[in-house]
């Protein structure tokens, strides 16, 4: 069946329809050059345990996109409940690049570097290994290089609704 009849859909109604999906709630980080770079981000999928991979969805025209794209490490925080102002701050559009990590505890990893956040649920250190063009956005693959889990995690942040809320 040819799509060049099919309905357009409405952006604004596909927003609404994706906001009814409920996601957890992570910072992206890389360092590009000198400086650290970070993003809250909900599109983040486990693709395989063997490998082990995971993938982030980054738009185009974010600053991030490059960053990460021309670092080839990354790293995943996933979020607790407590965690929404540091959601808040790092998806905030036009934020300093410089210091934006100044506020917010964090340590680098072990094996690449780069900032992940303290009292995180989990966070994990990515290699990039594939980079997919899909739309507005780049489909980033990376294989995990280093994960750890908080033995004792706090409730759950998760965006629902074009909100963040507590998951108990």
């Keep these: 069946m ?3 009849s099919a309905p357009s859909v409405d952006p604004d109604q596909f927003r609404l329809a994706m906001g009814r999906f ?3 709630v992570t910072v992206l980080t890389t360092r590009s ?8 981000a909900n599109a983040i ?5 063997d490998p082990l991979l995971v993938l982030v969805c980054v738009e185009v025209d974010a600053r991030f996109h490059d960053a990460v794209t021309e670092a080839g490490i990354w790293g995943v925080s996933i979020l607790g409940a407590d965690q929404r102002p540091v959601a808040q701050w790092l998806s905030t559009q036009g934020r300093p690049l410089h210091g934006q990590l100044d506020r917010i505890p964090h340590h680098r990893g072990e094996v690449t570097g780069v900032a992940l956040l303290d009292g995180a649920m989990a966070t994990i250190e990515c290699r990039t290994t594939d980079v997919h063009p899909a739309g507005d956005h780049s489909i980033v693959v990376g294989e995990v ?3 750890s889990s908080n033995e004792h995690p706090a409730d759950a942040l998760v965006y629902y609704r074009s909100r963040y809320e507590a998951l108990k």
């Design 45 to 49: 999928t486990s693709v395989s345990i």
């Design 22 to 24: 409920a996601t957890g």
């Design 145 to 147: 290089v280093s994960l």
């Design 33 to 40: 050059g000198e400086h650290d770079h970070a993003m809250t």
């Design 2 to 4: 040819s799509t060049d």
